[in-house]
């Protein structure tokens, strides 16, 4: 079975870069579009970023300009550059397959906070 483990978040300051990273297990992660998602509390998770096997991006309007989404699938490795934060990022962020393909189980994802 698929796994997806995200790493790379922390406390950061308004202005600050992080870079998250997240590891799918299994070698169907080449053939997916995968997104970056993310959930603050008391709210429904939203995407944030997609990038398609040939490296086509998009971008929720929040993060255009700010963020950065990449990928290595010989790595089978996604990434997300996120600068310029603001305490309106913070939030849980996890990665899994774009909408609508058949999503993977979802990691446990890793926490980013702005905050000064």
């Known amino acids: 079975q698929v796994q997806l483990v995200e790493s790379g978040g922390g406390l950061v300051q308004p202005g600050g870069s992080l870079r998250l990273s997240c590891a799918a297990s299994g070698s169907i992660f080449s053939i997916y579009t995968m997104g970056w998602y993310r959930q603050a509390p008391g709210k429904q998770r939203e995407l944030v970023a997609t990038?398609?096997?040939?490296?086509?991006?998009n971008y929720a309007d929040s993060v255009k300009g700010r963020f950065t989404i990449s990928r290595a699938n010989a790595k089978n490795t996604v990434y997300l550059q996120m600068n310029s934060l603001k305490p309106e990022d913070t939030a849980v962020y996890s990665c899994?397959?774009?909408?609508?393909?058949?999503?993977?189980?979802w990691g446990q994802g890793t926490q980013v906070t702005v905050s000064s």
């Open positions: 899994n397959a774009g909408p609508g393909a058949t999503m993977l189980p």
């Open positions: 990038i398609t096997r040939g490296g086509s991006t």
